[in-house]
């Protein structure tokens, strides 16, 4: 009885024990933890201290994703024997100055992709990872400050396709005007004096012409979330067949170290490429043939959905 009660005593001591053990262990965590919260909220007011300087920054981030496949006699499908995959990122660089009278600001938007299908059993099908999403776009902006949120601006932008019809066309904003900045990391450009240079082989489609250019560009970095989104107009004040915009989007999470999920998504509208593009798919047997009255400029739309890295 006596050993009984001992061990009673001793199992009841060592549960205590461990009890108060665990909870000590929680609470030194617990310190920790708030420990480590203050000092990253310090480094966050150091960092902010350190992007109020005025001077060069420069940074990126983008999103890259892909996969690879391959079936062997897999009946269920059309196709049982074939390999296919796709890989494709987007980049989305800057690098802005910006000291007491002005500023410059440049940036770069590139979004690629490719993809293939191999089916083993058609000797006759192309093989290759072919480009799919191809979207170029680099502007250079230079402000004078005339007050605390405007200044007298002169914009350059241009932007086309890289993997295939390279400027073909391309589009070259050249203005001036003002930009207005309201708020911390928002941008808009107003330049009522901007010419709109189209490069192109079909000259009866594309054609170049004076208007106005409106962007507004807003890029923030909120904790793990990098985002950034940029809408740029023209407006032909000849025509409104030869006007075009183009609204794209970035964001990324951060979930460990420099990498995490990302999403671009974009759209577009203009007029001149439908028709280009519908004059190429005519056929004058059985279509009427298109012109700018007649034909259907659906929206142009892309997204992209992958890991991201941080650069």
């Given at each position: 009885m006596k050993k009984l009660l001992c061990s009673l005593a001793l199992l009841t001591y060592a549960m205590v024990t461990n009890a108060q053990t665990l909870d000590e262990l929680k609470a030194e965590q617990k310190a920790k933890k708030d420990s480590i919260s203050d000092i990253q909220k310090r480094v966050d007011a150091l960092q902010s201290q350190i992007d109020a300087f005025p001077g060069w920054k420069i940074g990126a981030f983008g999103v890259v994703g892909g996969s690879l496949s391959s079936f062997e006699n897999w009946y269920s499908q059309g196709t049982p024997n074939n390999s296919s995959g796709n890989f494709g990122g987007t980049v989305n660089a800057y690098a802005n100055l910006d000291r007491e009278k002005y500023f410059w600001k440049n940036a770069l938007n590139l979004n690629l992709k490719w993809v293939k299908l191999d089916d083993k059993d058609d000797p006759t099908d192309d093989d290759s990872f072919q480009p799919t999403t191809d979207v170029f776009n680099v502007t250079s902006l230079y402000g004078y400050k005339i007050a605390k949120n405007l200044a007298a601006s002169a914009l350059m932008e241009y932007r086309t396709t890289?993997?295939?019809?390279?400027?073909?066309?391309?589009?070259?904003?050249?203005?001036?005007?003002?930009?207005?900045?309201?708020?911390?990391?928002?941008?808009?450009?107003?330049?009522?004096?901007?010419?709109?240079?189209?490069?192109?082989?079909?000259?009866?489609?594309?054609?170049?012409?004076?208007?106005?250019?409106?962007?507004?560009?807003?890029?923030?970095?909120?904790?793990?979330?990098?985002?950034?989104?940029?809408?740029?107009?023209?407006?032909?004040?000849?025509?409104?067949?030869l006007s075009n915009w183009t609204w794209t989007n970035s964001f990324t999470y951060t979930l460990w170290k420099n990498i995490g999920i990302g999403f671009d998504f974009g759209l577009r509208g203009n007029k001149q490429e439908a028709l280009n593009y519908a004059l190429q798919q005519y056929d004058p047997l059985v279509d009427t043939e298109p012109t700018f009255d007649n034909v259907d400029n659906k929206l142009q739309s892309y997204y992209t959905l992958g890991l991201s890295y941080k650069f």
């Open positions: 890289i993997l295939d019809n390279f400027n073909d066309p391309g589009y070259l904003d050249l203005g001036v005007g003002a930009t207005w900045t309201p708020i911390t990391d928002l941008i808009v450009v107003v330049h009522p004096l901007n010419y709109n240079i189209v490069f192109s082989k079909e000259d009866t489609v594309f054609e170049s012409s004076f208007g106005s250019k409106i962007v507004a560009d807003y890029t923030r970095k909120l904790g793990p979330v990098d985002f950034k989104t940029n809408f740029s107009a023209f407006l032909s004040y000849k025509s409104s067949d």
